[in-house]
């Protein structure tokens, strides 16, 4: 069984694709750390997603009562603060982390409404690997503004 966990409607880029960002959730409102350890052992592949997980200020508390239930346990992320990151990584350096690229940095940067977010995308994976990372990656939206159709 998978399963994904919302951690939060909070986040900091304003993708095209998405309109989260416009309605965050208050911390207060957000799934809580008592839910979380209700959540039965024995998944497959066990997802923190969001709006953007590294907005949460107790991400490492969600990681140590999420990894012991999940065979895989991945944080899909937008990569804007790859640094809220690496105490996660050095802990738990199995862990799998996405962080969303939608192509070049133009592209990429266009349509996730981001400043410098592929070179901080890019540098903080590397960073992450440095630390021992071992199952890191991008992972992207294939929308229309990134894919060239062939007729």
């Known amino acids: 069984m998978d399963l994904t966990v919302i951690s939060t409607y909070r986040c900091n880029s304003h993708c095209s694709t998405c309109n989260i960002w416009q309605n965050p959730t208050r911390p207060a409102d957000e799934i809580s750390l008592e839910t979380l350890e209700k959540i039965p ?17 107790d991400l490492m508390e969600m990681v140590d009562i999420l990894r012991p239930k999940a065979r895989i346990l991945e944080i899909s992320s937008n990569g804007t603060y790859p640094q809220r990151l690496e105490a996660i990584v050095k802990k738990y350096p199995e862990i799998k982390i996405r962080f969303s690229l939608e192509g070049t940095a133009e592209v990429s940067d266009a349509i996730r409404g981001e400043k410098n977010g592929f070179e901080t995308k890019v540098a903080g994976l590397r960073r992450l690997k440095e630390l021992g990372g071992c199952d890191l990656g991008f992972a ?5 503004s990134n894919s060239k159709s062939k007729k």
């Open 41 to 57: 052992d024995g998944i497959d592949n066990l997802n923190i997603s969001g709006g953007e997980p590294t907005t949460r200020a």
């Open 140 to 144: 992207a939206t294939i929308q229309d």
